[in-house]
């Protein structure tokens, strides 16, 4: 096998604890193949139903939520080793709530649920993986909605940088989306990112530098 297509399925959750020798034993007694997709593609629309196991050996997928007067929000991307909506592979209505695209080319590792069911039958390695990617999806779902309904607009942002810079183990964050890219991802105008921003500068918490953002004093953010 490929080494960039072990590096993504020793990346992935749902092989998580395996060896690259386990993890080649394991998926060789299943039919899967690998799928290539153009950038800026439609991989899915939002009311389509999730047909495969599609984990991202590959490139990135963003996924957007549209509202009823057609605004759109990012709600994630899916990158190396992330599985597509495993949610709603077994769900009873697999509808998938969100669009999906790709953001460049993107190379997916595809098999068909029932695989995905022998595998989880058959390893409890990977039966515990599923379970556990299942119960953060849950965790991330209710921290997304707490933070969307209940956070005021300076704690969004907030969140945001001090998440990013855990991500990113530094106090300099460097932004991977656009200021429009992540008012959308938290509902918020434009405007009113930016204008956080701008305060939390002039309070000396930040320092702005382009898409590099230095936070100074991060008990100025939660005040």
């Known amino acids: 096998m490929e080494d960039n297509i072990m590096r993504a399925l020793t990346a992935c959750p749902l092989f998580t ?6 993890i080649d034993l394991t998926i060789a007694n299943i039919t899967h193949r690998l799928v290539s ?3 800026h593609d439609v991989y899915a629309l939002a009311g389509m139903p999730c047909r495969y196991v599609d984990i991202v050996i590959n490139g990135t997928l963003i996924c957007r939520m549209a509202s009823l007067s057609g605004k759109q929000v990012e709600v994630s991307r899916l990158r190396v080793g992330n599985i597509v909506a495993p949610a709603f592979i ?37 039966r515990t993986n599923f379970i556990r990617i299942l119960s953060n999806i849950d965790v991330f779902l209710t921290q997304k ?40 991802s938290f509902g918020i105008q434009k405007f009113s990112l930016l204008r956080v921003l701008s305060d939390f ?3 000396g918490a930040i320092q702005i530098n382009g898409k590099v953002i230095t936070i100074l004093d991060r008990r ?4």
């Open 37 to 39: 997709l153009p950038a």
């Open 201 to 203: 500068e002039k309070e």
């Open 145 to 184: 909605m707490k933070i969307l309904s209940l956070f005021t607009v300076r704690e969004k942002v907030a969140y945001l940088l001090l998440e990013l810079a855990g991500e990113q183990g530094s106090s300099e964050v460097h932004l991977q989306r656009s200021r429009q890219e992540i008012a959308d």
């Open 90 to 126: 077994f769900a009873k209505d697999r509808s998938l709530p969100v669009s999906v695209e790709t953001d460049g080319k993107v190379e997916l590792f595809r098999m068909m649920p029932d695989d995905l069911k022998l595998l989880i039958d058959t390893d409890g390695k990977i």
């Open 220 to 223: 100025k953010m939660l005040r």
């Open 17 to 22: 604890g395996m060896s690259p020798t386990e």
